[in-house]
């Protein structure tokens, strides 16, 4: 069982002694919780691949406390990431970049290229500050399940292989961060959308953005080797549907349904959840993975779920949505 830490400077001072002995642990971030390692140390780094069961080849993002820290971990003139760095940090943004040599190998599943981002969450940066070097964390799941985005989602499949979890509350924004790589600054490219969207970031890059899409793509594999087509997945098969007729004729005693918000011309099922009151992008993508989390343990056989908007502002849930239903 998992030491469960309340947010207080004793356990920043745990978890610090922890990490620099090389141990694994589980941090809040505002996105979703993560399995944190000390980052320059790859008998540690070694400890998350396998706790998560991760495959080798997905490379690690690196959570640093201060911009001066990304920069001394990184190569390549500041001026290119700056603008994102000071709008979106801390934040939900992760920014690939060319990595320092003082990075392990393990980290970046041998790429010259990092992965890297400032968390929102204070006690998170201040773990990293004290530990005095960055800390790698990919999200703190098992890998290919439905992320946490609680100290209890944790407990409940990482519990038995992960010493201390660090009770941050639960995540604001509920999916992980948006990713861009600026390796090529010609072409800016998103690789995995998230709670930053692509309009925000060309006008903070005063350039356009371009959204690689991936889901069914698996050559997006060279570009971010985790975005495989089929994760985030419950136990039991999620079935995107985009006509509301289908919705209407599911199964209702073994089915549940995933709206995204109230439709009150429907027949509901025992088992439904909605992600928003209001319609509201954010707060669809904060419930989402505890709503996934819960239906998947509600007894039922399948969970229908509704196509979310085809707005840009949607894009992080429709690609999580996505992936959850993939089955390739
Ligand atoms: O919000 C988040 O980003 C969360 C929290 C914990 O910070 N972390 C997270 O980590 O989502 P993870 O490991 O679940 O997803 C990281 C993604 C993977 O798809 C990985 O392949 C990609 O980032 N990635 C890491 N380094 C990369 C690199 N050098 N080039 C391209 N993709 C990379
Ligand atoms: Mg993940």
Redesign the pocket.
Known sequence: MATILRPSPESVAILVVHLSEGGIAAIP?E????LAADATNPDAIAKIFVAKNRPQN????L?CHSIEQVAEYTIGETERWYDLARQFWPG?L?L?LKKNPAIPDVV?AG?D???V?I?ASQLSREVIRKLGRPIA???ANPSGYV?PTTAEHVEESLGDRVPYILDGGACERGI??T?I?LIDPEKPMI??P?PINQSELTSALKRQVITKHVAGDESQAQ?????FSAHYQPTIPVILCDDPLKLKQIDKSSSALLLISKKSETVMPDVVEYLTESGNANEAATNLYSALRRLDKSGVKAIYAEVPPADQEWQGVADRLNRASSNL
């Open positions: 971030t996105t979703v919780y993560g997905n490379p690690l993002i959570h939900p992760t690939i970046t790429r290229t990092v992965a981002r968390p964390a990919p999200s992320s992980e961060s990713i790589s690789l995995r998230g570009d971010a080797p985790g975005l």
